[in-house]
Nanobody
Framework: QVQLVESGGGLVQAGGSLRLSCAAS????????MGWFRQAPGKEREFVAA????????YYGDSVKGRFTISRDNAKNTVYLQMDSLKPEDTAVYYC??????????????????WGQGTQVTVSS
């Protein structure tokens, strides 16, 4: 069982940056592939980024490619999402997710076994 807690959300102006963190409980965190998703009001949950258990493989959604960076620190049981050049359309609740399939980078929500409660990111124009 893994519990995930996101932090780092907030209000930022367009063009600014934020770094989200996702702290995981459990001693097997390093075996899990991790992902970030987001959901804006009235929209479906959207894939943002994924990272393999080792951090050696990454995958990004088209809308964030080149602006967001996913990384992890297995010693701290934490995964990060660095968000640069933020746009108003990035406004959403951001969720961290984990999958036991450590080598699999999934872009679909069904590919993940555990979810955090989400953190709000608001980008003003």
């Amino acid at each position: 069982q893994v519990q995930l807690v996101e932090s780092g959300g907030g209000l930022v102006q367009a063009g600014g940056s934020l770094r989200l963190s996702c702290a995981a409980s459990g001693r097997t965190f390093s075996r899990y592939a991790m992902g970030w998703f987001r959901q804006a009001p009235g929209k479906e949950r959207e894939f943002v980024a994924a990272l393999s258990w080792s951090g050696g493989s990454t995958y990004y959604g088209d809308s964030v490619k080149g602006r967001f960076t996913i990384s992890r620190d297995n010693a701290k049981n934490t995964v990060y999402l660095q968000m640069d050049s933020l746009k108003p359309e990035d406004t959403a609740v951001y969720y961290c997710a984990a999958t036991r399939a450590g080598g699999t980078l999934s872009w679909g929500p069904l590919g993940y076994d555990y979810w955090g409660q989400g953190t709000q990111v608001t980008v003003s124009s």
